[in-house]
């Protein structure tokens, strides 16, 4: 079955580093992967999508790259600040008209 | 625009008791999600409609669950009877799937409690 793998434990960062975070799956080829932001008490809120021939997208201090060979995708944060401290959520679409969540990552930046 | 609408915020029943969550999606979007949200399994999609018609239903737990979309602006989640194990967030989100875009808006979600 179709499997998306993030990891569990809290990534903690000093502010001003770059914070990267990695989402892998398997069983799957996806058209496309999207990255989301999930605040504490908040829905999910979309931030990049990326297509499986594109090898890596940017926006502003985001950065996301997309290696089918290797099914991953890292999701970098330059110039972390606090105010990214959050959970972020990978999404894996393609074929139809669902995506598939992982069970995101939490993000801590410290002063 | 107001975003995705979710009612009510919070919701704690007793099990067995029927619930009802209510969503009104972005005006002008033709897809809508259901989702449910633990800390064991994550975002879990349940069903989702296109056009206000059903298209995947499979990820709907068991006959407890049901989901209609009578129109475009609003859609409700059913459970009935509820029991304790569907202590979740539900979120509902909707899109806008033209050019091949499909970012999903997702509402503030509804804490929903068994007890």
């Known amino acids: 079955s179709q499997k998306i793998e993030q990891n569990s434990e809290a990534l903690n960062i000093q502010e001003g580093k770059t914070a990267t975070l990695t989402c892998n799956y398997t069983?799957?080829?996806?058209?496309?992967l999207q990255w989301y932001r999930q605040d504490p008490g908040r829905g999910p809120v979309f931030l990049l999508l990326?297509?499986?021939?594109?090898k890596e997208k940017r926006k502003e201090r985001l950065k996301v790259t997309f290696d089918t060979t290797l099914k991953q995708s890292l999701f970098h944060i330059t110039a972390s600040q606090p105010a990214d401290s959050a959970t972020y959520l990978c999404?894996?679409?393609?074929?139809?008209?669902?995506?598939?969540f992982g069970t995101g990552t939490r993000l801590q930046v410290f002063p | 625009d107001a975003g995705v609408i979710q009612s009510p915020r919070h919701e704690v029943t007793e099990m067995g008791q029927e619930v009802t969550l209510r969503c009104k999606p972005i005006?002008?979007?033709?897809?809508l999600f259901w989702y449910r949200q633990t800390m064991m399994r994550g975002l879990e999609l349940l069903i989702y409609?296109?056009?206000?018609?059903?298209?995947?239903d499979s990820g709907m737990p068991e006959d407890r669950f049901s989901a209609k979309m009578p129109n475009a602006s609003f859609s409700t989640l059913k459970i009935q009877p509820s029991e304790p194990r569907d202590s979740a967030v539900y979120f509902c989100?909707?899109?806008?799937?033209?050019?091949?875009?499909?970012?999903?808006?997702f509402g503030p979600g509804t804490r929903l409690t068994v007890t």
């Open positions: 990326i297509r499986e021939n594109e």
């Open positions: 999404a894996l679409g393609g074929g139809t008209d669902k995506l598939i």
């Open positions: 069983n799957y080829s996806p058209a496309y």
């Open positions: 409609f296109n056009n206000n018609v059903p298209i995947d």
């Open positions: 005006s002008g979007h033709d897809y």
């Open positions: 989100a909707s899109s806008l799937s033209t050019k091949g875009l499909y970012e999903q808006y």
